[in-house]
């Protein structure tokens, strides 16, 4: 059976959903970041600036910026309260409304979030290891759609660009989230925030409401290079067709992986019988120059 989003009709386009801009602490103007990301080759963008009092609570409008082969998706990363180590909170909305609310000098991150979603957006805690957010803090935004698991700009800041690790804690104890890879750019020069890794989503439209919609479904996967063309499961086994790649791993609960090595791999089979027990999967790809996919977390009983 081919799973979500490669059993899904359409196109996949090329975005990245965490940007900052000079309406907040970015250093391009909304325009010309758009007008970076669509020299790239990407397809859409999200400018996401930081929603906040300093910064006249910014919701960016970069409706201007669309066209026939570019869109853009409104949205911000919104801050309240405290999470456990005292650090502002950080979370990720998407296809938010132009009039969206400031924030209650009492509102705490996990009601800031509820909100967003209750306004129509799709909402990532953003970069957990950035800034070592608990499992406890996770938890406490309730069942938001997305886990930042790669921010680019983390790399050149504190070294923790991965936040795979909190993704997996959370699909151990039985949570569905789906996973994300951003920029998070900046454009400021003091780090190499640009490019690092993609969102790939199947939709049947380039227009920001069938984007936002596949979203919230999972229909995509995430990149920092290689591409998969279709991912099938059925029973205990799985079939990936992807760009050349060295690696192919499924990894499920605990230590739990089968994996294939080798050189210039464009198709694999495996024997997903060392997963049976675990309740879900994902699937990884690694290419010769340690770039990588992810597939979204697939749970074995919407497939069997």
Excluded at 9 to 23: A, C, D, K, Q, V
Excluded at 139 to 147: C, E, F, K, N, T
Excluded at 172 to 191: E, I, P, Q, S, V
Excluded at 205 to 223: C, F, I, N, R
Aim: hydrophobic fraction near 40%; glycine fraction near 8%; charge should be negative.
């Amino acid at each position: 059976m081919q799973i979500s989003p490669f059993n899904q009709p359409g196109t996949f386009w090329r975005g990245n959903l965490h940007t900052h801009s000079t309406r907040s602490d970015g250093t391009r103007a909304p325009e010309a970041a758009c007008a970076f990301y669509r020299q790239h080759g990407y397809d859409f963008l999200a400018i996401t600036d930081h929603f906040m009092a300093e910064y006249d609570w910014p919701i960016t409008d970069t409706s201007a910026c669309r066209s026939a082969g570019f869109t853009t998706l409104l949205g911000a990363e919104l801050h309240a309260g405290r999470t456990s180590t005292g650090e502002i909170w950080h979370i990720l909305a998407l296809g938010l409304p132009a009039d969206f609310a400031p924030c209650a000098p009492d509102e705490t991150g996990p009601q800031l979030a509820a909100r967003a979603m209750q306004a129509g957006a799709f909402v990532a805690c953003a970069h957990p290891n950035w800034y070592a957010l608990s499992e406890s803090d996770v938890l406490a935004l309730g069942p938001v759609h997305a886990i930042e698991t790669i921010n680019g700009i983390s790399r050149d800041h504190n070294d923790r660009i991965d936040s795979w690790y909190m993704l997996d804690v959370m699909l151990n104890r039985g949570l569905r989230y789906h996973a994300l890879t951003t920029d998070d750019a900046h454009f400021h020069g003091k780090h190499a925030d640009l490019l690092h890794a993609w969102t790939w989503v199947r939709s049947e439209a380039l227009e920001p409401a069938a984007l936002l919609t596949a979203l919230k479904a999972g229909a995509y996967y995430s990149s920092s290079g290689p591409r998969l063309f279709d991912v099938q499961i059925e029973h205990d086994r799985a079939w990936i067709r992807c760009s050349p790649v060295s690696s192919v791993f499924v990894t499920g609960r605990g230590s739990a992986s089968v994996y294939l090595h080798g050189r210039g791999i464009t198709e694999a089979e495996l024997d997903l019988k060392r997963l049976r027990g675990s309740p879900f999967c994902r699937i990884t790809v690694r290419d010769d120059r340690d770039g990588r996919a992810w597939t979204n977390p697939v749970w074995f009983e919407d497939v069997t």
